[in-house]
């Protein structure tokens, strides 16, 4: 069984802070999914990346991708308000590449 | 464009009874897969849908079945309701080319009392 590990699980800080979240696992990622999440509603998708290395950009958004494709990381500049909300990572692995494996997130708010 | 929809939004049922959720693709997707969330944590994986029939499936019990229809939409059914299946779920849908890459709809949430 793949087990995904995030860290934090929380995190509060003010308004223009930097922060960067974690997405840790044993297994080799086929693929790495991160999503937002707001209470009560599901998970928008926010980036996917797929080969070793890989940096991704969306807007005060940074996704890396490691070398080895166990790790990825989130890294948001100058966060908002608008920020706030639960980060959630998924892998898939080979063999069940589909067959999504999220970590418990890190739930993140971002205050005047 | 419309994304991936759900219905019902809420729904809530007695220990034992059965439920059936509903959910349409997001358009040119033809992969539907399911997730059960429990409160503070994140979504787990119940099966999936491709072509109408199952390709995938989690640590779900039988009670847990589903269908997929001609025009990509989907259903998941339980059975014999526990209280322990009060949760969020969730159906997310994708195109088998890039099967992993999955959009989500805004969920049911079912409890049960």
């Known amino acids: 069984t793949q087990l995904l590990e995030q860290s934090p699980q929380f995190l509060s800080i003010q308004e223009g802070e930097n922060l960067t979240v974690y997405c840790n696992s044993s297994?080799?990622?086929?693929?790495l999914q991160w999503y937002r999440q707001e209470p009560g509603e599901g998970p928008v998708l926010l980036v996917t990346?797929?080969?070793?290395?890989e940096v991704k950009k969306l807007k005060r958004l940074t996704f890396q991708f490691g070398d080895a494709r166990k790790d990825s990381s989130l890294h948001i500049t100058a966060a908002q308000p608008g920020d706030t909300g639960l980060y959630l990572c998924a892998g898939g692995f080979t063999g069940t590449a589909s067959k999504l494996t999220f970590g418990t997130g890190t739930r993140l708010q971002v205050t005047l | 464009d419309a994304g991936v929809t759900q219905s019902p939004t809420h729904l809530i049922k007695t220990r034992g009874q059965q439920v059936t959720l509903r959910c349409s693709p997001k358009s040119g997707h033809d992969t539907v897969s399911w997730y059960q969330q429990a409160l503070g944590q994140g979504p787990q994986f119940i099966f999936q849908?491709?072509?109408?029939?199952?390709?995938q499936r989690g640590n779900f019990p039988d009670r847990f079945s589903g269908h997929q229809f001609p025009n990509y939409s989907s259903e998941l059914n339980v059975n014999a309701l526990l209280l322990g299946d009060s949760a969020l779920y969730l159906c997310?849908?994708?195109?088998?080319?890039?099967?992993?890459?999955?959009?989500f709809g805004p969920g049911t949430r079912l409890t049960v009392t």
């Open positions: 297994s080799v990622f086929s693929s």
């Open positions: 990346v797929v080969t070793g290395g």
């Open positions: 997310a849908s994708s195109y088998t080319g890039r099967a992993y890459e999955q959009y």
């Open positions: 849908y491709y072509e109408e029939e199952e390709r």
